[in-house]
């Protein structure tokens, strides 16, 4: 079992940065691969970003890369998500997912563990 709890959302304007934490307990982050999803209001939740165990390998939505890099410390017990160069349609939850596997996916039915998610607002 992993308990993942994300925070850092908040409002900022547009052009702004924010960093999100998801930080991992139950087991150790290093055995899991994780990555981030979103979910603005009325829509499907949507891959975001997602990093392998070793951290070795990353995978970026198109709508993100450039803007957003994603990260993890294994000796914390967690995955970050800068973001950088925000707009308004990055207004979503961000959700914090993690599985038991090796390498990453974008598709969110293959993640086993969530988190409650974090709100990012950003403001034009």
């Known amino acids: 079992q992993v308990l993942l709890v994300e925070s850092g959302g908040g409002l900022v304007q547009a052009g702004g940065s924010l960093r999100l934490s998801c930080t991992a307990s139950?087991?150790?982050?290093?055995?899991?691969?994780m990555a981030w999803f979103r979910q603005a209001p009325g829509k499907e939740r949507d891959f975001v970003a997602a990093?392998?165990?070793?951290?070795?390998?990353?995978l970026y939505a198109d709508s993100v890369k450039g803007r957003f890099t994603i990260t993890r410390d294994n000796a914390k017990n967690a995955a970050y998500l800068q973001m950088n160069s925000l707009k308004p349609e990055d207004t979503a939850v961000y959700y914090c997912a993690a599985r038991t596997v090796l390498g990453v996916s974008a598709n969110r039915g293959r993640y086993d563990y969530w988190g409650q998610g974090t709100q990012v607002t950003v403001s034009s």
């Open positions: 990093v392998a165990r070793s951290g070795s390998s990353t």
């Open positions: 139950g087991r150790t982050v290093s055995s899991v691969a």
